[in-house]
């Protein structure tokens, strides 16, 4: 157990449809960071929060949004599903928001969407 | 824009040591070069990190080129619960991984 948890661990849904993935990250941790990985594909980065706000930003859809909480969880909302959202979805936790020497990411187990 | 290579596939027998290389040729003179690993059916796990200097722990050494532009993740002796895929994280503001290098890892 890594310490950040995901829900749900398997989401199957249909196209057109909306789901919300969550995180609640480490204790202690104040960095919240989502990735995608569709099959057989590499990490790709989505978006990043710190403490409440958003920090950095990467190949994010305008369909998805995400968002943390005051008790640091977040949740990464996906609308309007296509077939080629079906992927893994890591949430990752951070202690600081800044890429120094003492912040490692702590990853998820992730959650897996399919979208039929 | 930032560009991480690294080989797609390595191959190792047990019990002997890999080497897993990547270059990052554009990496910044204050961005930590990070080492993750995924195993099967799981989440990326942290390996290692360092800046300038090579680096040890209880999982891998990594050894950094003196100019930064690549570096190498050395596991000492590769068991089958190493086979993974390697990915390595030069450090910055972009949170992109690399491609990542398929470690199999022969009996």
């Known amino acids: 157990d890594s310490g950040v948890t995901q829900t749900p661990k398997h989401l199957i849904t249909a196209t057109g449809q909306r789901v919300t993935l969550r995180c609640s990250p480490r204790?202690?941790?104040?960095?919240v960071y989502w990735y995608q990985q569709s099959l057989d594909q590499g990490l790709q980065f989505l978006i990043q929060?710190?403490?409440?706000?958003?920090?950095a930003k990467g190949n994010i859809l305008e369909r998805f949004s995400a968002q943390q909480f005051p008790d640091l969880h977040s949740e990464l909302n996906l609308s309007s599903l296509e077939l080629g959202d079906s992927a893994l979805y890591f949430c990752?936790?951070?202690?600081?928001?800044?890429?120094?020497?003492?912040?490692?990411?702590?990853f998820g187990a992730g959650s897996r969407l399919t979208v039929l | 824009d930032a560009k991480t290579t690294q080989p797609n596939s390595m191959e190792s027998n047990e019990e002997e040591p890999v080497h897993l290389p990547c270059n990052h040729s554009?990496?910044?003179?204050?961005?930590?070069i990070h080492w993750y690993r995924q195993l099967p059916s799981q989440g990326p796990e942290y390996v290692i990190h360092g800046l300038t200097s090579n680096v040890n722990n209880r999982m891998a050494s990594l050894a950094i080129a003196e100019d930064r532009k690549s570096s190498t993740l050395i596991l000492h002796r590769a068991t089958l619960r190493d086979a993974a895929v390697y990915y390595c994280?030069?450090?910055?503001?972009?949170?992109?991984f690399g491609p990542g290098t398929r470690l199999s890892v022969l009996p």
């Open positions: 990752a936790s951070s202690v600081e928001v800044g890429w120094t020497g003492a912040n490692v990411l702590t």
């Open positions: 204790s202690g941790d104040l960095s």
């Open positions: 994280f030069p450090g910055g503001q972009n949170f992109v």
């Open positions: 554009t990496i910044s003179g204050t961005d930590y």
């Open positions: 929060y710190y403490n409440g706000e958003e920090r």
